[in-house]
């Protein structure tokens, strides 16, 4: 419990309310929008019955919207319904279910402004090929990933942390350094070393022969899992949370359950965490490497999770390398692929973008790390180009770190960030807080502006050009642009004798150095513009530089 | 009328039938297996009534197969069914007609073996990734296209043929001396250059006030157009039929037909055409270019001439520079898309067979040329290394040449293989029979075999590999092969001390050079298999080389 409370310090208005037969609620109870408004309830669990099919909703009013949502119990006598208000103003709810203890319960609240680092759920924005929140603060994915982070041990032999942390802290102190906005964690424990200790809660309740009942949950593993939401959320990162996974390697046979136990965990997931603003459901990591589940194993769940979230939090799922899935099903809200060819170079990203049409994020592209293994020794500097080049293209890529850590039993048993999190050991890390304040600088998402011709240039509103050289080390870049605009009509093409200022940014070492020139637009020919005297900004010589060119 | 007789003494078994009230066949007709039986009816058109809107339908029974199929009308008084029987052995035939003379006629036909060179229509093969034959022979489209060459002009001031050849003939002429075995042809005349002489036929007819009449149609068109396929097939080159196009500018306003036209050109053309074996129908090209058409056009056309084929084609649709196409929906056999960023160099092609998991042609890559478009000016090696670019990734490439040719006025109107077909220009063409026999060798079509990973290697069936060293002069290739073997089970992983011998292909040369090195296979890690020594092939410092690397 000493997790739970650690983390429940640093969460948000939750307003429990318990009620034996009734709820009683303080005169006017308040939660922020986006926020989540709690229901307690108290009652027996009826002899026979099992209290996770029991049947429990609420339905919440307001003057802008009437919303029905599921319930869940919660152990003990406990049962609970959550809800996030998307509107302000003065709320009432009466619950229903077929406990009588449970049914008619009513209550009221009102819905006050967000806090101000709270801008709703993300959402795909009004283009279909990138993020907002839902109060319309632009959002960008600029991912991370720790698979088993919420599950790490709070052994300090196998940790890496700051004297008096846990490692989950400090995961969460080394997210907070970072310009991270989202991180990818595995729902149910990973057994990526079978020397690892094992978790303090597992997700299912075990019968007396030691086997799982797959039709009762355990409360308490997945209160630990929403503590780590709210912590997240409170450092304005998202949580990718991935449902099922192919790493249990029969420690746990998690990956083995029956399509109904997978129901019925996507069902008491959506009923307790839909309300938390900073989720994003992701149905698998690597899906078709799970051997045990067919597919429609996969179908089923993934109307199981839509069905138990009314917000309609973004959903996708995840495969192996190069093993696109369907992601024009209109179910999935955007692609989160496992792929390093298509930002491995310029040229590649866009044709993804460009089939799909709906937001790409590169989720796996190989991790910066030592590992050797091929998936798992990059560069920082490989890594971070990775992701630039996403960007450039109007795509998103994901980071992880895999440095091996530790040597537990002397026998070569290691961890690392990828796995269990901790400190950073790596590079890349640190360049994104930079890479942040460049995306929330940017008037609009990037798009390349003249595709299939031009891998380099986007534009990034009217006037506003972000050109990324790469692994390009030259002396000078000639003043040269895409003339036409894409097919956006809000970007005119650029008009002889325009000024442009251009900046130089070293996206490696993360400095910002204005060019003293100003250019004049001048027609080359049909496609490109060039400077009126082809003058050229000098460059330091160096890789990882990007251009950001300004109409004066 | 010329022009058709001159292609018919070329044409197939065609056997014609004509017969006033009761079709008389001769005591056993023969057509052979993927030929074409026409039944010709003969009866007076309904005073009042459109021809084209008559109901007419013949069911064809033998042991193996009962099938009906729609008839036309075809000027005058002549009707017609067309039939192509895909099962050897007797067949009956019976039509039903809602005008008397064409109902109820009966009539018995004999499908005997197919001719040599018959092979029947292509369609998608057992592994949803290539393209074969009906009899199960391989197909590979080495597609070359000439949008309205089968509209060219008999003006010998707007040709480029030998003496006493049309143009159409002079096409056809290159075309057989060529390794091509697909072209890309408008159904509809093209105005590339309003100042290019008027077709002979059009497909509509108009009406008294010089309009089109977009209820009726000019049979002679489409014996035109047929007799030009039959003329494809003799050479064994499939005919993209391109439907609909945006080339129309105004100057005859097919590119602005009701969709109703629309619909009634493809039953149309399905009814008279789709018994030829060499057709497939490409709805459009640049579909999205065609901006007098709304999105529901494409819908109603393709499910137009779906309906029209009982044969089901292949079927597929062409948008505009990197706008891909819904290719998921399964009314698309395959991917036509224009867009040259997937083979301008190594990793790119195969995302877009892995993300579709159809057979992918590249339809449009710019072409070869010395146009002042940007689209129209690439060297013969460039067009030929994009066709290699996009094979060595399990994907196909389209080629054709815009070479400018002839000053009709002396006021630079010219034009080019592309628009009207005539003699090469070009350099790529004459390397395709030569890539033809490479594809013809191979046990079975490529797949990168480390896709993601090794962009250079595929396996083309068990211990097969070609690699391609694309633009890279060097003096030698160290032999190193992926060990694995993707997720084909029937190719197993190298083995320590299997064997193997390389080949140097010169690409561009067309020569085979065989490496008097045998290669003998050793782990270098858990990816790759290097030569036990260590060995290298030498290579002759020549750009668009590949190998060919066999078990032995």
Redesign the interface.
Known sequence: MLRISLFFIATLAMTPMFAKSKAKAPAVAEVERWGCYEVALVADVPSGQNPFDVQLTATFCSSADTMTVAGFYDGGEAWKVRFMPSAEGDWTYSTSSEIVALDGQCGTFRCIAPSANNHGPVMVDSTGLHFCYADGTRYWPIGTTSYDWMHASSDPSVSVADAGLTMQQQTLKSLAESGFTKIRSLLLPQNFNPKYPEPDEYPFERKADGTWDWTRLNPRYFDHVEACTRALADIGIEQDLILFHPYDGGRWGFSAMPIEAGRLLCRYVGARMSSQRNVWWSLANEYDLVKEQPAEAWDAWTDAIIAADPYRHLVSIHSY????Y?Y?DERYTHCSIQ????V??F??A???R????KPVVFDEVLYEGDLD??WGNLSGQEELFRMYQALIAGTYCTHSECYLLGDVDGQGFRYNFLAVGGKWQGTMWARTKFLKQLLDDLPQPMYLVD???D?HTSAAGPGYYMVYLGKEVADQWRFDLPTRNGRNPAYPKIAEGERFQVEIIDTWNMTITPCPTIFEAVAQD??RTIDRQNRAVRLPQQPYLMLRIKKI
Chains 1, 2 share one sequence.
């Not at 390398?321 to 696109?324: E, L, V």
């Not at 792929?339 to 298509?342: I, L, S």
């Not at 460009?354 to 049409?357: D, E, F, L």
Request: proline share 7%.
């Open positions: 390398t190069a093993q696109y369907s024009w792929d390093q060819a298509p491995e170079d040229g590649r866009a044709i993804v460009n089939i799909y049409r293994v091929r595709s299939s011709w891998p049909n496609y």
